[in-house]
């Protein structure tokens, strides 16, 4: 695992997200993350917007990649880091391909949502934040949904789920994303 004052100090070897060292003048997510920091570069406080660019060409924001904008824009890494783990709109591990927020907020939670979120947890078999080895699925657990009426709520990805006082119905609910 490389840690902060690894990268801050450079003591470690840089991998592709493959875990190889490819040259990252060949990896057209960098062609093309360098491409928008080049056409940016002029203006003032990118460093957000960089960021923000990177999470969506890259899916997430590992160190390489922070290291990557650091040295293209000169801001250093500790502050990217900072910024990548302070803001929720950021990922520093890669996410799954289906979003599965369980909605905490009062209404849900009076409702049942934990045992929504155990019936996830144990059907995915993976933790709060985590993302299953084959990469589908992501689970976190948020806040108002919005849809009080209908706690307790899941969402996946855009769809909503509600009602879900009888938690037997979520193993088919996450079938429908596994094909």
């Given at each position: 695992m490389t840690h902060l004052s690894?990268?801050?100090?450079g003591d470690f070897e840089m991998q592709n997200d493959c875990g190889c060292n490819c040259?990252?003048?060949e990896d057209?997510?960098?062609m093309e993350l360098k491409a928008y920091i080049d056409s940016v570069k002029d203006s003032e406080g990118i460093t957000m917007t960089v960021l923000q660019e990177a999470q969506r060409i890259f899916g997430y924001l590992p160190l390489e990649v922070?290291?990557?904008?650091?040295e293209n824009i000169g801001v250093p890494i500790a502050e990217l880091y900072g910024i990548a783990?302070?803001?929720s709109q950021f990922a520093i591990t890669p996410k799954g391909k289906h979003h599965v927020g369980i909605c905490l907020g009062t209404a849900c939670?009076?409702?049942?949502a934990q045992k929504v979120m155990d019936k996830v947890v144990e059907e995915l078999n993976i933790g709060v934040g985590e993302t299953t080895q084959d990469g589908l699925f992501t689970i976190d657990a948020t806040r108002c949904l919005?849809?009080?009426?209908l706690a307790p709520v899941m969402m996946i990805d855009d769809d909503?789920?509600?009602k879900l006082d009888n938690v037997d119905v979520i193993p088919a609910i996450l079938e429908k994303y596994r094909g």
């Amino acid at each position: 695992m490389t840690h902060l004052s690894q990268v801050i100090k450079g003591d470690f070897e840089m991998q592709n997200d493959c875990g190889c060292n490819c040259n990252k003048t060949e990896d057209k997510r960098y062609m093309e993350l360098k491409a928008y920091i080049d056409s940016v570069k002029d203006s003032e406080g990118i460093t957000m917007t960089v960021l923000q660019e990177a999470q969506r060409i890259f899916g997430y924001l590992p160190l390489e990649v922070q290291k990557f904008i650091s040295e293209n824009i000169g801001v250093p890494i500790a502050e990217l880091y900072g910024i990548a783990t302070f803001y929720s709109q950021f990922a520093i591990t890669p996410k799954g391909k289906h979003h599965v927020g369980i909605c905490l907020g009062t209404a849900c939670y009076v409702r049942g949502a934990q045992k929504v979120m155990d019936k996830v947890v144990e059907e995915l078999n993976i933790g709060v934040g985590e993302t299953t080895q084959d990469g589908l699925f992501t689970i976190d657990a948020t806040r108002c949904l919005g849809c009080c009426g209908l706690a307790p709520v899941m969402m996946i990805d855009d769809d909503v789920y509600g009602k879900l006082d009888n938690v037997d119905v979520i193993p088919a609910i996450l079938e429908k994303y596994r094909g």
